[in-house]
T-cell receptor, first 115, second 109 residues
Protein backbone atom coordinates (compact mmCIF):
# COMPACT_ATOMS: atom_id res chain seq x y z
CA UNK A 1 0.00 0.00 0.00
CA UNK A 2 1.24 3.52 -0.75
CA UNK A 3 2.52 5.50 2.21
CA UNK A 4 1.96 9.08 3.25
CA UNK A 5 3.20 11.44 0.56
CA UNK A 6 4.56 14.90 1.24
CA UNK A 7 5.91 17.66 -0.95
CA UNK A 8 8.17 19.43 -1.32
CA UNK A 9 10.92 17.52 0.47
CA UNK A 10 13.02 20.61 0.98
CA UNK A 11 12.28 24.30 0.98
CA UNK A 12 14.46 27.33 1.62
CA UNK A 13 12.86 30.73 2.07
CA UNK A 14 13.69 34.07 3.60
CA UNK A 15 11.98 35.32 6.72
CA UNK A 16 8.67 37.05 6.19
CA UNK A 17 8.00 34.98 3.07
CA UNK A 18 5.14 32.50 2.81
CA UNK A 19 5.38 28.76 2.32
CA UNK A 20 2.96 25.87 1.89
CA UNK A 21 3.35 22.14 2.40
CA UNK A 22 1.18 19.42 0.95
CA UNK A 23 0.27 16.02 2.35
CA UNK A 24 -1.59 13.08 0.85
CA UNK A 25 -2.46 10.51 3.54
CA UNK A 26 -2.88 6.78 3.14
CA UNK A 27 -6.10 5.99 1.34
CA UNK A 28 -8.97 5.44 3.74
CA UNK A 29 -7.30 7.08 6.72
CA UNK A 30 -9.72 9.44 8.39
CA UNK A 31 -7.27 11.12 10.76
CA UNK A 32 -4.44 13.37 9.59
CA UNK A 33 -1.77 15.04 11.71
CA UNK A 34 0.79 17.77 11.11
CA UNK A 35 3.87 17.85 13.30
CA UNK A 36 6.78 20.24 13.59
CA UNK A 37 10.14 18.71 14.50
CA UNK A 38 12.94 21.05 15.41
CA UNK A 39 16.44 19.59 15.26
CA UNK A 40 17.19 17.52 18.35
CA UNK A 41 13.60 17.50 19.61
CA UNK A 42 10.67 15.17 19.34
CA UNK A 43 7.82 15.91 16.93
CA UNK A 44 5.35 18.49 18.21
CA UNK A 45 1.74 18.12 17.16
CA UNK A 46 0.47 21.23 15.38
CA UNK A 47 -2.96 20.12 14.25
CA UNK A 48 -5.08 16.99 14.02
CA UNK A 49 -7.94 16.50 11.57
CA UNK A 50 -10.67 13.90 11.65
CA UNK A 51 -11.99 13.76 8.07
CA UNK A 52 -12.15 17.49 7.26
CA UNK A 53 -12.84 18.71 10.78
CA UNK A 54 -10.24 19.96 13.27
CA UNK A 55 -9.89 17.81 16.40
CA UNK A 56 -6.94 19.55 18.05
CA UNK A 57 -5.09 22.71 17.04
CA UNK A 58 -4.09 23.84 20.52
CA UNK A 59 -0.38 24.01 19.62
CA UNK A 60 -0.79 25.67 16.24
CA UNK A 61 0.51 29.29 16.19
CA UNK A 62 -2.62 30.60 14.57
CA UNK A 63 -1.25 34.08 13.94
CA UNK A 64 1.00 32.68 11.22
CA UNK A 65 0.14 29.02 10.66
CA UNK A 66 -2.96 27.70 8.96
CA UNK A 67 -4.02 24.29 7.74
CA UNK A 68 -6.89 22.85 5.83
CA UNK A 69 -8.05 19.46 4.74
CA UNK A 70 -10.47 19.79 1.88
CA UNK A 71 -12.82 16.88 1.23
CA UNK A 72 -11.23 14.94 4.06
CA UNK A 73 -8.27 13.73 2.00
CA UNK A 74 -5.28 15.93 1.10
CA UNK A 75 -4.10 18.63 3.43
CA UNK A 76 -2.01 21.78 3.19
CA UNK A 77 -0.12 23.57 5.94
CA UNK A 78 0.80 27.20 5.38
CA UNK A 79 3.11 29.57 7.18
CA UNK A 80 2.65 33.28 6.55
CA UNK A 81 4.91 35.08 7.30
CA UNK A 82 7.77 32.74 8.21
CA UNK A 83 10.17 33.41 11.06
CA UNK A 84 13.67 32.09 11.63
CA UNK A 85 12.40 29.82 14.42
CA UNK A 86 10.10 28.05 11.96
CA UNK A 87 13.11 26.22 10.54
CA UNK A 88 12.24 22.59 11.15
CA UNK A 89 11.02 19.40 9.55
CA UNK A 90 7.26 19.33 9.02
CA UNK A 91 5.88 15.84 9.26
CA UNK A 92 2.50 14.65 8.13
CA UNK A 93 0.98 11.46 9.50
CA UNK A 94 -2.28 9.60 9.11
CA UNK A 95 -4.15 6.90 10.97
CA UNK A 96 -7.30 4.90 10.36
CA UNK A 97 -9.25 6.77 13.00
CA UNK A 98 -8.42 8.54 16.24
CA UNK A 99 -9.04 6.21 19.13
CA UNK A 100 -8.74 2.99 17.16
CA UNK A 101 -6.06 1.11 15.31
CA UNK A 102 -2.55 1.01 16.59
CA UNK A 103 -0.39 3.47 14.78
CA UNK A 104 0.15 6.67 12.94
CA UNK A 105 1.95 6.36 9.62
CA UNK A 106 4.40 9.16 8.93
CA UNK A 107 5.51 10.70 5.68
CA UNK A 108 9.14 11.58 4.93
CA UNK A 109 8.69 15.20 5.99
CA UNK A 110 9.49 18.58 4.49
CA UNK A 111 12.66 20.23 5.70
CA UNK A 112 12.14 24.00 5.90
CA UNK A 113 15.03 26.41 6.24
CA UNK A 114 14.20 30.05 6.94
CA UNK A 115 17.06 32.47 6.28
CA UNK B 1 -2.04 14.40 29.15
CA UNK B 2 0.31 11.91 30.76
CA UNK B 3 3.90 13.14 30.95
CA UNK B 4 6.64 10.66 30.09
CA UNK B 5 10.24 10.52 31.23
CA UNK B 6 12.88 8.42 29.50
CA UNK B 7 16.70 8.50 29.38
CA UNK B 8 18.17 10.97 26.95
CA UNK B 9 20.68 8.51 25.55
CA UNK B 10 21.91 4.93 25.81
CA UNK B 11 24.83 3.04 24.36
CA UNK B 12 24.95 -0.67 23.57
CA UNK B 13 26.94 -3.17 21.55
CA UNK B 14 25.84 -5.40 18.74
CA UNK B 15 24.18 -8.59 19.89
CA UNK B 16 23.16 -7.26 23.29
CA UNK B 17 19.62 -6.88 24.59
CA UNK B 18 18.61 -3.27 25.17
CA UNK B 19 15.96 -2.19 27.64
CA UNK B 20 14.63 1.37 27.57
CA UNK B 21 12.39 2.35 30.46
CA UNK B 22 9.76 5.06 30.32
CA UNK B 23 8.09 6.56 33.40
CA UNK B 24 4.50 7.77 33.17
CA UNK B 25 3.23 8.24 36.70
CA UNK B 26 -0.04 9.97 35.78
CA UNK B 27 -1.20 7.53 33.12
CA UNK B 28 -4.98 7.51 32.76
CA UNK B 29 -7.28 4.52 32.60
CA UNK B 30 -7.92 4.86 28.86
CA UNK B 31 -4.29 5.48 27.94
CA UNK B 32 -2.21 3.08 25.90
CA UNK B 33 1.60 3.01 25.75
CA UNK B 34 3.10 3.26 22.29
CA UNK B 35 6.71 3.24 21.17
CA UNK B 36 8.05 4.74 17.96
CA UNK B 37 11.48 4.56 16.33
CA UNK B 38 12.98 7.36 14.26
CA UNK B 39 16.00 7.23 12.00
CA UNK B 40 17.70 10.43 10.79
CA UNK B 41 15.85 12.16 7.95
CA UNK B 42 12.82 9.88 8.32
CA UNK B 43 9.47 10.11 10.04
CA UNK B 44 8.85 8.05 13.18
CA UNK B 45 7.86 4.44 12.72
CA UNK B 46 5.59 2.43 15.00
CA UNK B 47 7.31 -0.33 16.98
CA UNK B 48 4.86 -1.67 19.55
CA UNK B 49 1.85 -0.79 21.65
CA UNK B 50 0.35 -2.17 24.82
CA UNK B 51 -2.09 -1.56 27.64
CA UNK B 52 -0.89 -3.91 30.38
CA UNK B 53 1.33 -6.95 31.06
CA UNK B 54 3.52 -7.99 28.14
CA UNK B 55 3.28 -7.54 24.41
CA UNK B 56 5.68 -9.09 21.92
CA UNK B 57 6.02 -8.74 18.18
CA UNK B 58 8.69 -9.58 15.64
CA UNK B 59 10.94 -6.65 16.57
CA UNK B 60 10.43 -5.91 20.27
CA UNK B 61 8.75 -6.67 23.56
CA UNK B 62 6.93 -4.26 25.82
CA UNK B 63 6.71 -4.92 29.53
CA UNK B 64 4.11 -3.05 31.57
CA UNK B 65 3.82 -3.63 35.35
CA UNK B 66 0.47 -3.89 37.05
CA UNK B 67 0.43 -0.25 38.20
CA UNK B 68 1.20 0.91 34.62
CA UNK B 69 3.30 3.80 35.92
CA UNK B 70 6.23 2.72 33.80
CA UNK B 71 6.99 0.54 30.80
CA UNK B 72 10.09 -1.05 29.31
CA UNK B 73 10.82 -1.49 25.65
CA UNK B 74 13.09 -4.49 25.08
CA UNK B 75 15.07 -4.89 21.87
CA UNK B 76 16.66 -8.34 21.60
CA UNK B 77 20.13 -8.71 20.06
CA UNK B 78 20.49 -5.21 18.65
CA UNK B 79 22.45 -4.48 15.50
CA UNK B 80 24.04 -1.31 14.15
CA UNK B 81 20.84 -0.62 12.22
CA UNK B 82 18.93 -0.23 15.49
CA UNK B 83 20.76 3.03 16.15
CA UNK B 84 17.91 5.52 16.30
CA UNK B 85 15.80 7.68 18.59
CA UNK B 86 13.07 5.82 20.48
CA UNK B 87 9.98 7.62 21.71
CA UNK B 88 7.56 6.53 24.41
CA UNK B 89 4.04 7.96 24.04
CA UNK B 90 1.15 7.64 26.44
CA UNK B 91 -2.42 8.51 25.58
CA UNK B 92 -5.54 7.37 23.84
CA UNK B 93 -4.69 5.44 20.71
CA UNK B 94 -3.82 7.88 17.92
CA UNK B 95 -5.35 10.65 19.97
CA UNK B 96 -3.93 12.99 22.61
CA UNK B 97 -0.49 11.43 22.34
CA UNK B 98 2.56 13.66 22.66
CA UNK B 99 6.15 12.96 21.68
CA UNK B 100 8.85 13.77 24.22
CA UNK B 101 12.53 14.18 23.49
CA UNK B 102 13.04 10.43 23.14
CA UNK B 103 16.02 8.18 23.90
CA UNK B 104 18.91 8.25 21.48
CA UNK B 105 20.22 4.68 21.23
CA UNK B 106 23.69 4.17 19.80
CA UNK B 107 24.71 0.61 18.95
CA UNK B 108 28.44 0.09 18.64
CA UNK B 109 30.26 -2.72 16.83
Amino acid sequence: EAGVAQSPRYKIIEKRQSVAFWCNPISGHATLYWYQQILGQGPKLLIQFQNNGVVDDSQLPKDRFSAERLKGVDSTLKIQPAKLEDSAVYLCASSILAGVGDTQYFGPGTRLTVL
Amino acid sequence: LAKTTQPISMDSYEGQEVNITCSHNNIATNDYITWYQQFPSQGPRFIIQGYKTKVTNEVASLFIPADRKSSTLSLPRVSLSDTAVYYCLVGEVNNDMRFGAGTRLTVKP
